[in-house]
């Protein structure tokens, strides 16, 4: 089983400042099967990003991935009200599919 | 547009066995692309995957929890189902159903979820 680590827990941060999340997998993610989600609170995910770096349909494009192997990101270039929320990492490419703890994107 | 929607039993007794059933509108749960899941998630807590299916009845679970649950479809009436057996505590969570668009493939839309509670 793949197990994500995601870092840091919280990340504290104003509206307009840039958020970076990190993923990391205990081994390498096949054909960078990596997607990042959004989840607030008594709502079901969101698919942000799938394949480490593309962006899901209607998802702005403040919102990036990057990064291959055991090694990804999530970046929010410029933190809006609504951004504020969990991010989930999922690896889909391994059975079984695992997702990583979350990180908590607070504002300061 | 798809919609998915699972409403559940809200309390289930330990030891017994929940049940749920998604069903979805805006769309075909025959579809040749499209797979169908399960993930759970304890209250204050991660995503957990427990299963999928395909529309033609091939199914996929997770080994942590593949000895008690069970998923199926039943694409005349255009729903899937989970059943999980011999429930504890540690099973409280509330149970979103999702598509896949294939196998190895994220979840694209999720229903809105039922939080199951596991109590005497």
């Known amino acids: 089983e793949i197990v994500l680590t995601q870092s840091p827990g919280t990340l504290s941060l104003s509206p307009g400042e840039r958020a970076t999340l990190s993923c990391r997998a205990s081994q390498s993610v096949s054909s960078s099967y990596l997607a990042w989600y959004q989840q607030k609170p008594g709502q079901a995910p969101r698919l942000l990003i799938y394949?480490?770096?593309s962006r899901a349909t209607g998802i702005a494009d403040r919102f990036s991935g990057s990064g291959s192997g055991t090694d990804f990101t999530l970046t929010i270039s410029r933190l809006e009200p609504e951004d504020f929320a969990v991010y989930y990492c999922h690896q889909y490419g391994s059975s079984p599919k695992t997702f990583g703890q979350g990180t908590k994107v607070e504002i300061k | 547009q798809l919609q998915l929607q699972e409403p559940g039993p809200g309390l289930v007794k330990p030891s017994e066995t929940l049940s749920l059933t998604c069903t979805v509108s805006g769309g075909s749960i025959s579809s040749y692309i499209y797979y169908w899941g399960w993930v759970r998630q304890p209250p204050g807590k991660g995503l957990e995957w427990i299963a999928s299916i395909y529309y033609s009845g091939s199914t996929y679970y997770n080994p942590s929890l593949k000895s008690r649950v069970t998923i199926s479809v039943d694409t005349s009436k255009n729903q899937f189902s989970l059943k999980l057996s011999s429930v504890t505590a540690t099973d409280t969570a509330v149970y979103y159903c999702?598509?896949?668009?294939?196998?190895?493939?994220?979840?694209?839309?999720w229903g809105q979820g039922t939080l199951v509670t596991v109590s005497s």
């Open positions: 394949g480490a770096s």
């Open positions: 999702a598509r896949e668009r294939g196998y190895s493939s994220p979840f694209d839309s």
